[in-house]
């Protein structure tokens, strides 16, 4: 009926399906391996490229820092500020007072060299007067 070399035996046929489906995991298993090894080549690209922008952006904040360091050292404190104010308030007070002073001093000196130049003048007035009919 059937020849009998055209069935296989069983050892050899569960030996080749063995074989086939171990073939088939393999490469499974190797392309696995590599879409893996090219997620994690992927992702270390991506953690080198996070790490590059966050020093950058790290040496960025610590020159803002310094900056503010250096500008705080050169400012002026408010205390400082507020006392240096009073200071001045006190010293243009203080030239206030001298410059009424002398303002005060040179509108009496002129009143004086009004009064003098006048007294003189009535005085010489006289003396003329008295020359004239004396």
């Not at 088939?24 to 391996?33: P, S, T, V």
């Not at 080549?41 to 360091?69: C, P, T, Y």
């Not at 009064?115 to 003048?121: K, S, V």
Request: charged content about 25%; hydrophobic content about 40%; aromatic content about 8%.
């Amino acid at each position: 009926m059937t020849d009998p070399h055209s069935y296989v035996p069983l050892r050899e046929y569960v030996d080749n399906r063995l074989d086939a489906a171990l073939a088939g995991i393999e490469k499974r298993f190797d392309l696995q391996q590599q879409t893996q090894d090219r997620a994690v080549a992927s992702i270390e690209r991506a953690v080198n490229k996070a790490e590059g922008q966050l020093r950058e952006r790290l040496a960025g904040q610590n020159e803002f820092r310094d900056q503010l360091k250096d500008q705080a050292a050169t400012l002026a404190t408010r205390q400082y500020v507020e006392f240096s104010d009073a200071q001045l308030n006190k010293s243009l007070d203080s030239i206030s007072d001298r410059l009424s002073y002398l303002e005060k001093q040179a509108a009496n000196s002129d009143g004086r060299t009004w009064m003098l130049i006048t007294g003189m003048g009535v005085l010489f007035s006289i003396i003329g007067l008295a020359l004239r009919f004396l």
